[in-house]
C-alpha cells in the first residue's frame, strides 16, 4: 500500500525503528509542535510507543500513509507527512525539525506524495491549519489543495479554542467539499 517515493532531494519512506532519536527530536520540540494536537514528547520512551502503538499500527491495519522525510544526500531525517482517517476526511499533516523549515521540503513531499495518491482510489485530501499558522496554510496551497471553509473547535487536550482554515485537494472530478468539521462547529468562510 505505501511505496517508497522518491524526489529530487527527499526519499519518502516507512518509518524504522532507527529514527527514533530524529523523531524525538522532532516531537519533543515546542516549536514543531505548537500547532499540532499534541504536547512535546517528554521522554524517549513516549516517542517509542508513539511509533509502536500510532505508526506501525497504522502500517499493519493499513488504513493510513505515514511518511518519514529523508535527504537522500546524507539521509538526514527531516521530519514526516501523512495522510489518516482514510474514508473520512483523508487528512493530510505534516511537520519538519525547525533546521529544515523554509526550504520547499514540504511542498516537495507533498507534489510527490499527490502524485502517487491519484494512481490510488482515494477520491479527495483534507488538510486544516490553525489560522495562526499561515507557514502552514501556503503549504497547502502550494500543493494545489483549495480553501473551503474555516472552524472553531476546541482541543480538549490542550484546552484551547483554535480557528482552523480547510483546503481540500480533489483526486477525482467533482467531488463535494468534506463538510464534516462544518456541520459539527460554527464554520464560516474567510476572504484572504
Known amino acids: 500500500m505505501m ?12 518509518f524504522l525503528e532507527e529514527d527514533l532519536p530524529s523523531m524525538f527530536a ?3 520540540d515546542p516549536a514543531v509542535m505548537h ?9 524517549m520512551q513516549a516517542t517509542k510507543e508513539y511509533l509502536h502503538e500510532v505508526i506501525f499500527r497504522h502500517y499493519q491495519q493499513q488504513d493510513a500513509y505515514y511518511y518519514a522525510l529523508v535527504r537522500r544526500t546524507d539521509n538526514a531525517w527531516l521530519g514526516f507527512i501523512k495522510v489518516s482517517n482514510l474514508g473520512d476526511s483523508n487528512d493530510l499533516g505534516y511537520a519538519l525539525r525547525q533546521d529544515f ?4 521540503y514540504l511542498v516537495e513531499a507533498g507534489l ?3 502524485a502517487h495518491l ?6 479527495f485530501l483534507t488538510a486544516t491549519h ?25 482541543l480538549p487536550i490542550k484546552q484551547q479554542e483554535v480557528v482552523f482554515r480547510l483546503y481540500q485537494y480533489n483526486l477525482q472530478e467533482d467531488m463535494p467539499v468534506y463538510r464534516t468539521y462544518a456541520d459539527r462547529f460554527d464554520s464560516f468562510v474567510e476572504s484572504f
Open 3 to 14: 511505496p517508497d517515493l522518491l524526489t529530487t532531494r527527499l526519499h519518502l519512506r516507512p
Open 26 to 28: 522532532l516531537y519533543s
Open 35 to 43: 500547532f499540532l494536537p499534541q504536547y512535546p514528547f517528554a521522554s
Open 101 to 104: 523549515w523554509r526550504q520547499g
Open 112 to 114: 510527490a506524495l499527490l
Open 118 to 123: 491519484k494512481t490510488t482510489p482515494l477520491p
Open 130 to 154: 490553525d489560522i495562526l499558522n499561515p507557514a502552514s496554510g501556503r503549504v497547502m496551497q502550494k500543493l494545489g489543495m483549495r480553501y473551503h471553509y474555516s472552524y472553531q473547535e476546541h
